[in-house]
C-alpha cells in the first residue's frame, strides 16, 4: 500500500539534505557528543561504551531527520551541535 502523497517531502533537494542529514550529519553528532563524554570522563570507559551508544543515537538521529520539515535547518541543528560537542574535547587535547 502506497504512503498517502501529501505526507511525503515534494522537493528532491530536501529529501537529498534529509538523507545526508540523518546519514553523515547524525553520525557527526554522535561521535562528536562521545568525544565531550570524553573530554569530561574516563576515555576507555567512554570508548567501551561508545561502541554501542553511538549506533543507538546514532538511530535515533536518523529518526529525528526524516521527521524534520526542512532539510537546512535539520543541518544546521547538527552542524550547530557537532561543534558545541566537539570544542570542549578541542580545547582539552589543545592544552595538553
Known amino acids: 500500500m502506497p504512503a498517502n502523497k501529501k505526507h511525503l517531502t515534494a522537493s528532491p533537494w530536501q529529501r537529498l539534505l534529509k538523507v545526508t542529514a540523518a546519514f553523515v550529519g547524525g553520525y557527526m553528532v554522535s561521535m ?3 568525544l565531550l563524554l570524553m573530554a569530561f570522563m574516563d576515555r576507555t570507559t567512554v570508548f567501551i561504551t561508545m561502541r554501542f551508544s553511538v549506533y543507538i543515537l546514532w538511530a535515533a538521529l536518523m ?3 526524516f521527521l524534520a520539515k526542512n532539510g ?3 543541518w544546521g ?3 550547530g551541535l557537532s561543534l558545541i560537542f566537539f570544542l570542549p574535547y578541542l580545547l582539552k587535547m589543545m592544552g595538553k
Request: no cysteine; proline share 0%; aromatic share 24%.
Open 72 to 74: 537546512w535547518k535539520i
Open 63 to 65: 529518526v529525528i531527520a
Open 32 to 34: 562528536s557528543f562521545h
Open 77 to 79: 541543528i547538527y552542524l
